[in-house]
C-alpha cells in the first residue's frame, strides 16, 4: 500500500517570496506523483505530475517539483509567490499503472501581502 | 459538459435519513471516483468506476454507503441512515480513461455534506 505524508498542515509566506511544500511518500513499487491545488469552494486542479524521465517536472501557474526517488520526495517549490496562489495543495501517488491515486492531508498556503 | 458537475452543492439531513449524491462526468471520460474530503482530512478514496468493469468498492467505509453508475455516464452516491460522521465533501472526478496517471483526474467542485 501506499502513503503520502505532507509534513506541514500550514506554510505563510508573504507575496513574492519563495515557497516550498514538502511531500514525502512510501510505496515498495515504482509510482507516479502528482500535485493538486484546490481554491477555496472550488475542486482539485492537477498542478503538474512525475511520470518518468526527468526528475524536475514543471506545472502551471510557475510551480515546479522534484522527484527524489533515494528520500521518497516531491516537493513542490515556486520562486515568487503571488497572493492568489493561496489555496490548499495536496500531494498524491499511485503506483505505476495503477488508477486510484492516495492523497495526502493537505498544506494550507497562505500568501500575505 | 465542459466539467464534472456535481449535485446538489450542499446538502443539510438530519441523523438518520438517506441522502442521494449525483455526479455527471465529462462526456466520454470511462473511469469515475467518488473521495470524501473530511474537515483536515486529505481526499479518502471511496469508489471507482471503469467502463463496465465491476467497480472498485475497496474504500466504502461501512455498507451504509452505496455507488451506481449507469454505462459511462451519471454516477450516484447514497449514504443510509446517516450519521454525524459522514458529514464531509464528497468529491467526485472523471478522468480520459483508466490511466489516471497520464491524464490526471477532473474534479467536481464537491457536495458538502452535514448531518445535523
Known amino acids: 500500500a501506499q502513503s503520502v505524508t505532507q509534513l506541514d498542515s500550514q506554510v505563510p509566506v508573504f507575496e513574492e517570496a519563495p515557497v516550498e511544500l514538502r511531500c514525502n511518500y512510501s510505496?515498495?513499487?515504482?509510482?507516479?506523483l502528482f500535485w493538486y491545488v484546490q481554491y477555496p469552494n472550488q475542486g482539485l486542479q492537477l498542478l503538474l505530475k512525475?511520470?518518468?524521465?526527468?526528475?524536475l517536472v514543471k506545472g502551471i501557474n510557475g510551480f515546479e517539483a522534484e522527484f527524489n526517488k533515494s528520500q521518497t520526495s516531491f516537493h513542490l517549490r515556486k520562486p515568487s509567490v503571488h497572493i492568489s496562489d493561496t489555496a490548499e495543495y495536496f500531494c498524491?501517488?499511485?503506483?505505476?499503472?495503477?488508477?486510484?491515486?492516495?492523497f495526502g492531508k493537505g498544506t494550507m498556503l497562505l500568501v500575505s501581502p | 459538459g465542459a466539467g464534472v458537475s456535481q449535485s446538489p452543492s450542499n446538502k443539510v439531513t438530519e441523523k438518520g435519513k438517506d441522502v442521494e449524491l449525483r455526479c455527471d462526468p465529462i462526456?466520454?471520460?470511462?473511469?469515475l471516483y467518488w473521495y470524501r474530503q473530511r474537515l483536515g482530512q486529505g481526499l479518502e478514496f471511496l469508489i471507482y468506476?471503469?467502463?463496465?468493469?465491476?467497480?472498485?468498492k475497496s474504500g466504502l467505509p461501512s455498507d451504509r454507503f452505496s455507488a451506481e453508475r449507469t454505462g459511462e455516464s451519471v454516477s450516484t452516491l447514497t449514504i443510509q441512515r446517516t450519521q454525524q460522521e459522514d458529514s464531509a465533501v464528497y468529491l467526485c472526478?472523471?478522468?480520459?480513461?483508466?490511466?489516471?496517471?497520464?491524464?490526471?483526474?477532473?474534479f467536481g467542485s464537491g457536495t458538502r455534506l452535514t448531518v445535523v
Open positions: 472526478a472523471s478522468s480520459l480513461d483508466a490511466g489516471a496517471s497520464n491524464y490526471g483526474y477532473t
Open positions: 510505496s515498495s513499487v515504482s509510482v507516479y
Open positions: 468506476f471503469q467502463g463496465n468493469s465491476a467497480p472498485d
Open positions: 498524491a501517488v499511485t503506483p505505476s499503472g495503477y488508477s486510484t491515486l492516495t
Open positions: 512525475y511520470l518518468s524521465g526527468s526528475t
Open positions: 462526456s466520454g471520460h470511462t473511469a
